[in-house]
């Protein structure tokens, strides 16, 4: 079983909503507590780009071009992670991995499909 399956990725119209969502299975509750989540994106050709960090300390950070628009957030009872996309732009079409980083780990997802267009 993978550390982390992303999924929810999908066909949507520009200035629609879409919520990713990421499970960790693995992960015992401390550890999900201790962790760093993030979503990165990679358009077609391009570099795998920072989206979004939700850190273990209770902050989140986001890329400029999604700010306002995107919310990362986490439920640890359930080892989950989610990022919330609204007010979706055809720039925002990629694929999106989920993360989870510590001291002692550095896991990815296998990538969910998002194509923004009418």
């Known amino acids: 079983q993978a550390q982390l399956v992303d999924s929810g990725g999908d066909l949507v119209q520009p200035g629609g909503s879409l919520r990713l969502s990421c499970a960790a299975p693995?992960?015992?509750?401390?550890?999900?507590?201790?962790?760093?989540f993030s979503w990165y994106l990679q358009a077609p050709g391009k570099e795998r780009e920072l989206v979004a960090t939700?850190?273990?300390?209770?902050?989140?950070d986001y890329a400029d071009s999604v700010k306002g628009r995107f919310t990362i957030s986490r439920n640890s009872s359930r080892k989950r992670f989610y990022l919330d996309m609204t007010s979706v732009k055809p720039e925002d079409t990629a694929v999106y991995f989920c993360?989870?980083?510590?001291?002692?780990?550095?896991?990815w997802g296998q990538g969910t499909s998002v194509t923004v267009s009418s």
């Open positions: 693995r992960m015992i509750s401390s550890t999900f507590l201790g962790t760093d």
């Open positions: 993360n989870a980083r510590s001291s002692n780990f550095n896991y």
């Open positions: 939700s850190s273990s300390g209770g902050t989140s």
